[in-house]
């Protein structure tokens, strides 16, 4: 069974206290691909409608996401395509009965003009914020709405891999919604709509949290709680 944000526990044996500067700094560092654990509060609700919403703005979400971050865009999203347009190939030809030894001769010689066609994808630049400096995860932006309206932050750039079930609680009095009243709310929840741009079937997910929404941060080994 799919375990409660609350319930994922971290398991670095290094545990140490930050502040959101020092975290950004460290992420400021990092020089490759990395898997990283986030735990969130967030006291808005992704998507949600407010007309006649008794829980909008009367409720906050706890959340643990699995991601990696500090990757190539671009790059990642090209070799995913290339990764299912080789497997949507072989599949057609196992279907059409080819022997292996021909689909595996065929693969040698041709793979690279399949990455060639498939690997096509141009990441239209970010749409908000600015990267800081050379960075490909830190994003630095200044909110016209929301919870953070016109409050500059720092926001980290993800591509989750997974999540936990998220926890839904009541501001007031710290209880946790009953299954019935996150159903409820779910209600007012739009669906978000898949992108199209990528070309994949298996869409990336990517996601920017802001730094003052994460309660704890795993990163090599050390889980990071962090402070204001």
């Known amino acids: 069974m799919k375990k409660t944000a609350e319930q994922v526990k971290t398991s670095a044996a290094v545990v140490i206290v930050s502040t959101i500067m020092a975290m950004v700094h460290r992420f400021l560092e990092l020089k490759s691909t990395s898997f990283i ?41 090209n070799k995913a395509r290339s990764k299912e347009s080789m497997a949507d190939l072989k599949t057609a030809m196992i279907t059409a009965g080819v022997p292996d030894d021909k689909i595996e001769s065929f693969f040698k010689i041709a793979k690279s003009d399949i990455t060639e066609n498939a690997e096509t ?16 995860c830190v994003i630095t ?28 609680k009541w501001i007031d009095g710290d209880v946790t919604l009953t299954d019935d009243e996150v ?14 741009r990528q070309g994949l079937k298996n869409e990336k997910v990517i996601r920017s949290p802001r730094f003052d929404t994460m309660q704890s941060v795993t990163l090599n080994k050390t889980n990071y709680n962090l402070n204001q």
């Open 121 to 136: 994808f141009k990441s239209a630049g970010l749409k908000w914020g600015e990267y800081v400096d050379k960075s490909k």
């Open 183 to 196: 159903n409820e709310m779910k209600t007012f929840i739009t669906p978000a709509k898949p992108s199209s």
């Open 141 to 168: 932006h200044t909110p016209a709405s929301g919870e953070w309206k016109d409050k500059f932050g720092h926001y980290l750039q993800v591509c989750v891999l997974n999540y936990a079930t998220p926890v839904y």
């Open 37 to 77: 654990q986030i735990w969130q509060k967030t006291e808005t609700i992704s998507r949600m409608r407010k007309t006649g919403n008794r829980f909008a703005g009367k409720i906050y979400k706890l959340n643990c996401l699995n991601c990696v971050t500090n990757y190539d865009y671009e790059n990642m999203v």
